[in-house]
């Protein structure tokens, strides 16, 4: 039974759902953002969504964008971050940790050097944010050879037939759009979610987490009112490592305060 299976299971029992911080690694520093990953597990999270650092983060916000700047800018490279996600494994055995980065980056080293290494490395699932389910196939095998799950995005504007290859063919969870564009709080959620919920529930979806523009504990109650199993937040929680970049400490228990509430909002 995967980390993800366990926990959903878990939170479904007491009544829960999950909420899942999104972070880049290495922002601001490697050293920092280690850190910043222990300060969100103190908050509560209850899984992690983490980035690895590319040159041209196209999906992101500006918010997200100026992460993967910081991160660079201060030698963060997919080794560092793989060395990383090591020691983040080691300290934390059951958490479910999932990367999410570009096509160009798995390419690098070759797709199936890519998911091994991150399998070694701890991580439980990969989503290329810039590839389409129809082309999602050597990245799926890479996955399944490594014992990886894919992630898939369900967008809020997909037809039956988009829902349900994304039902059959992600594990983990279901990343569920609240709307297209790029990430942010910029520009607030808000696509009703049932009917997207319903359709992926009818083609037995992993469970869905709701993301893109998440920031406030209504937008989490909302989203498992829907019938989401979670939410995940990415902006929002950047944005706190942004306003607190010359006060490290700050920082830290800025982010544990934002995810305490977050975590909270989850509580049915």
């Known amino acids: 039974m995967s980390r993800y299976h366990r926990l959903f299971e878990r939170l479904n029992s007491a009544n829960e759902g999950a909420f899942v911080p999104f972070v880049t690694l290495g922002d601001p520093t490697p050293e ?26 196209i999906a992101d916000g500006p918010t997200i964008q100026a992460a993967t700047l910081r991160a660079r800018n201060a030698g963060t490279r997919t080794q560092t971050c793989f060395d990383m996600l090591t020691q983040v ?18 390419y690098a080293p070759g797709v199936d050097s890519f998911y091994s290494r991150a399998a070694a490395a701890g991580v439980d699932s990969v989503l290329v944010a810039d590839v389409p389910l129809e082309m999602a196939a050597p990245f799926k095998a890479a996955a399944d050879k490594a014992g990886v799950e894919s992630i898939y995005i369900a967008p809020p504007n997909g037809d039956e037939a988009t829902l349900k290859a994304v039902a059959e063919t992600g594990s983990g969870y279901t990343y569920l759009l609240s709307r297209a564009g790029v990430t942010g709080t910029e520009t607030k959620a808000g696509t009703p979610v049932d009917t997207l919920l319903a359709t992926l529930a009818k083609y037995d979806a992993p469970p869905s987490l709701l993301g893109f523009g998440i920031s406030s504990p209504e937008q989490v109650r909302d989203a498992i009112k829907s019938g989401a199993a979670g939410a995940i937040s990415g902006s929002a929680v950047v944005k706190i490592i942004e306003q607190h970049l010359d006060q490290p400490q700050a920082m830290l228990n800025a982010l544990t305060a934002f995810v305490k509430e977050m975590k909270a909002a989850t509580r049915k």
């Open 89 to 106: 494994r080691e300290k934390y055995p059951e958490l479910p940790i999932g990367l999410l980065v570009y096509a160009n980056l798995v």
């Open 32 to 57: 920092q953002s280690l850190k910043v990953i222990d300060a969100l597990v103190a908050g509560g999270a209850d899984a992690l969504e983490l980035g690895i650092p590319f040159s041209d983060p």
